[in-house]
């Protein structure tokens, strides 16, 4: 994907939400990586609570060779595990539970049995009172504690069947004393970064303070999206917002702390809040989560994902549906479906319209909400922004236009970090110096890729001078010839 590279073939994507997909066991080669691709894969994501080093850099150089093959840019986001509470082994890998029973939690390593387990967490064994609520995979098993001691919590069992190891522990309602940054991520964070992923996603944030020190370890080598995957965090929503560069609603561990039927209301909420503030959000777990298993999804499941969208989300994400699934490609298909069926919908294009961020009394905010209603009385076949910080062409994409916007960067890291917004086709072009010749390499861009076609008009932002950051000042439409 070099910056004089001119031949451009980009893949036609009917929507404008895109599409996160996970890699994994079942989509880490090369060949699968290009298949997801082609099939409508825009952003891939790396989990790094599973794989290697080597196995995580192995995938970045699998993307970055299709991308110099398809000469388009994609973006990369390293997801750490963060401070993900879990129980130790048990001596039979599984044990029956039953409610009513004694349940030890205890800080010795031995493996458990059906009376006791490990809890590697004394920081957890403080924080908890008798009274306290302990939820443990998933919430499948309910506990309720009894008595704490110095380094045990007895517990009685409240629901839950079976246990099994290494299971994940949730504590609803309690800010836990516990570093965002763990050793095994910041190990990971430097891997992340010295392999150049675009983004880094911090779990279980709790509070400010926690991106704080993780923007300091990244300096600028790479994005920063937090993922709201704890209630405590809803309490600083707009802090966490303001400190981060994209968000991620992390529907997983979210939904076993808060009630069910917060869930909707909550995503609701942050997907606003965050389009408000013109950065990429993303709407992610259990998507499609039957299709890890079966060719199709469940009624609920499309219409989940097609909520996601009308919602305005900037991405949807596929999780073990493509890292581990039976059906990487189908799940991606069908998302694919999902999403231009919905952008397709009349109701969604006046939802989008109408829920339209207020501009501010800027001039930037003024041309692209301006660019914005030209684009659309006029029918324009694209939206194109000149950018080098990718400030104006997030602006462009918080409007949440109906037609692509074609984004000329020279600087690739732009290009590619662009690729999770809404809406945004990033190109990465040599250095323009003039609105003139901006206007002529859009045109040639945007006939290039197919975007548009003689005769079609563009409707082109830029900051004149050229080379001013963040500084949109002109508008101007041009015909395609």
């Given at each position: 994907?070099?910056?004089?590279?001119?031949?451009?073939?980009?893949?036609?994507r009917?929507?404008?939400?895109?599409?996160?997909?996970?890699?994994?066991?079942?989509?880490?080669?090369?060949?699968?990586?290009?298949?997801?691709?082609?099939?409508?894969?825009?952003?891939?994501?790396?989990?790094?609570?599973?794989?290697?080093?080597?196995?995580?850099?192995?995938?970045?150089?699998?993307?970055?060779?299709?991308?110099?093959?398809?000469?388009?840019?994609?973006?990369?986001?390293?997801?750490?595990?963060?401070?993900?509470?879990?129980?130790?082994?048990?001596?039979?890998?599984?044990?029956?539970?039953?409610?009513?029973?004694?349940?030890?939690?205890?800080?010795?390593?031995?493996?458990?049995?059906?009376t006791?387990?490990?809890?590697?967490?004394?920081?957890?064994?403080?924080?908890?009172?008798?009274?306290?609520?302990?939820?443990?995979?998933?919430?499948?098993?309910?506990?309720?504690?009894?008595?704490?001691?110095?380094?045990?919590?007895?517990?009685?069992?409240?629901?839950?069947?079976?246990?099994?190891?290494?299971?994940?522990?949730?504590v609803?309602?309690?800010?836990?004393?516990?570093?965002?940054?763990?050793?095994?991520?910041?190990?990971?964070?430097?891997?992340?970064?010295?392999?150049?992923?675009?983004?880094?996603?911090?779990?279980?944030?709790?509070?400010?303070a926690?991106?704080?020190?993780?923007?300091?370890?990244?300096?600028?080598?790479a994005?920063?999206?937090?993922?709201?995957?704890?209630?405590?965090?809803?309490?600083?929503?707009?802090?966490?917002?303001?400190?981060s560069?994209?968000?991620?609603?992390?529907?997983?561990?979210?939904?076993?702390?808060?009630?069910?039927?917060?869930?909707?209301?909550?995503?609701?909420?942050?997907?606003?809040?965050?389009?408000?503030?013109?950065?990429?959000?993303?709407?992610?777990?259990?998507?499609?989560?039957?299709?890890?298993?079966?060719?199709?999804?469940?009624?609920?499941?499309?219409?989940?994902v097609?909520?996601?969208?009308y919602?305005?989300?900037?991405?949807?994400?596929?999780?073990?549906?493509?890292?581990?699934?039976?059906?990487?490609?189908?799940?991606?298909?069908?998302?694919?479906?999902?999403?231009?069926?919905?952008?397709?919908?009349?109701?969604?294009?006046?939802?989008?319209?109408?829920?339209?961020?207020?501009?501010?009394a800027?001039?930037?905010?003024?041309?692209?909400?301006?660019?914005?209603?030209?684009?659309?009385?006029?029918?324009?076949?694209?939206i194109?922004?000149?950018?080098s910080?990718?400030?104006?062409?997030?602006?462009?994409?918080?409007?949440?236009?109906?037609?692509?916007?074609?984004?000329l960067?020279a600087?690739?890291?732009?290009?590619?970090?662009?690729?999770?917004?809404?809406?945004?086709?990033?190109?990465?072009?040599?250095?323009?110096?003039?609105?003139?010749?901006?206007?002529?390499?859009?045109a040639?861009?945007?006939?290039?890729?197919?975007?548009?076609?003689?005769?079609?008009?563009?409707?082109?932002?830029?900051?004149?001078?050229?080379?001013?950051?963040?500084?949109?000042?002109?508008?101007?439409?041009?015909?395609?010839?």
């Open positions: 994907m070099t910056a004089h590279s001119h031949q451009f073939s980009l893949l036609p009917h929507r404008n939400t895109k599409i996160v997909a996970t890699l994994g066991p079942a989509s880490g080669t090369p060949e699968e990586i290009e298949t997801l691709f082609r099939t409508g894969a825009d952003i891939f994501r790396l989990n790094f609570s599973h794989g290697t080093h080597d196995e995580h850099r192995e995938r970045v150089a699998a993307i970055r060779h299709v991308e110099s093959q398809y000469g388009q840019p994609i973006a990369i986001i390293a997801d750490l595990q963060g401070p993900k509470l879990r129980i130790g082994r048990f001596a039979a890998g599984v044990v029956g539970l039953q409610a009513g029973q004694a349940l030890r939690l205890d800080t010795d390593p031995k493996p458990g049995d059906a006791r387990v490990q809890l590697p967490h004394p920081e957890l064994i403080q924080a908890l009172m008798p009274g306290s609520e302990i939820l443990l995979d998933d919430g499948r098993v309910r506990l309720r504690v009894t008595r704490q001691g110095n380094d045990h919590l007895d517990t009685t069992v409240v629901s839950g069947l079976a246990l099994s190891d290494r299971k994940g522990v949730n609803p309602g309690v800010v836990l004393p516990l570093v965002a940054l763990t050793p095994k991520d910041r190990a990971d964070l430097t891997a992340a970064l010295s392999f150049g992923v675009d983004w880094i996603a911090l779990s279980f944030v709790q509070r400010p926690d991106v704080i020190e993780a923007r300091q370890l990244i300096g600028d080598r994005a920063l999206i937090v993922k709201l995957e704890k209630p405590q965090a809803l309490e600083h929503l707009d802090a966490l917002i303001e400190l560069d994209g968000v991620m609603v992390a529907r997983g561990d979210l939904g076993v702390e808060l009630p069910p039927e917060e869930v909707p209301v909550v995503q609701r909420r942050i997907v606003a809040a965050v389009r408000q503030a013109g950065k990429p959000v993303i709407v992610a777990t259990q998507m499609l989560e039957s299709m890890i298993s079966a060719p199709a999804p469940t009624r609920a499941e499309a219409s989940d097609a909520t996601a969208v919602e305005g989300a900037d991405a949807v994400m596929l999780s073990a549906e493509t890292a581990s699934g039976a059906y990487p490609v189908e799940a991606v298909e069908i998302m694919n479906r999902i999403a231009a069926r919905i952008e397709r919908d009349p109701f969604y294009r006046r939802t989008m319209n109408a829920e339209a961020p207020v501009p501010e800027n001039t930037s905010d003024a041309i692209t909400a301006a660019a914005n209603q030209v684009a659309r009385t006029i029918g324009a076949a694209a194109t922004t000149f950018t910080s990718g400030s104006t062409t997030l602006r462009a994409s918080r409007e949440r236009p109906a037609m692509p916007i074609l984004c960067t600087i690739p890291a732009t290009a590619r970090r662009l690729m999770l917004s809404y809406g945004v086709r990033s190109i990465v072009t040599p250095d323009i110096h003039s609105f003139g010749q901006m206007v002529e390499v859009a040639r861009m945007a006939r290039s890729t197919g975007i548009a076609r003689v005769g079609d008009r563009l409707v082109v932002t830029a900051g004149v001078p050229f080379g001013t950051p963040g500084n949109t000042n002109t508008l101007r439409i041009s015909v395609v010839d």
